[in-house]
Nanobody, 126 residues
Framework: ERQLVQSGGGSVEAGGSMTLSCAAS????????IGWYRQAPGDECELVSS????????YYAGSVKGRFTISQDNAKNTVFLGMSSLKPEDTSVYFC???????????????????WGQGTQVTVSP
């Protein structure tokens, strides 16, 4: 069974750092695109960062560029999102997703044909 299991998240003060993990099983992460999305209440699902495999090209949304880093450990079949200089506006539920070409969700994060992790809450206090 193919699945993504997320870990990490929680609460941090503004300016702090946090790393999210997304462990894959049932497939190899270096054969698909992996994305980190986030969605706050009342907001649309936003692609925060992605990595295009096997090329390894990365994408960052303008709001996180220079603060977030996507990386992967192929031996552990795990993708990471390192987040630093966190801001209150980064508060959201974060999801990892995988697909051979990520497809923007038509609705909420977790919908559509991407394979999704379970989501994890990140709360940044002022």
């Amino acid at each position: 069974e193919r699945q993504l299991v997320q870990s990490g998240g929680g609460s941090v003060e503004a300016g702090g750092s946090m790393t999210l993990s997304c462990a894959a099983s049932g497939f190899n992460i270096n054969e698909v695109d992996i994305g980190w999305y986030r969605q706050a209440p009342g907001d649309e699902c936003e692609l925060v960062s992605s990595i295009n495999n096997p090329v390894g090209a990365t994408y960052y949304a303008g709001s996180v560029k220079g603060r977030f880093t996507i990386s992967q450990d192929n031996a552990k079949n795990t993708v990471f999102l390192g987040m630093s200089s966190l801001k209150p506006e980064d508060t959201s539920v974060y999801f990892c997703a995988a697909n051979r070409g990520l497809i923007p969700p038509a609705g909420s994060c977790g919908s559509g044909s991407n394979l999704w992790g379970q989501g994890t809450q990140v709360t940044v206090s002022p």
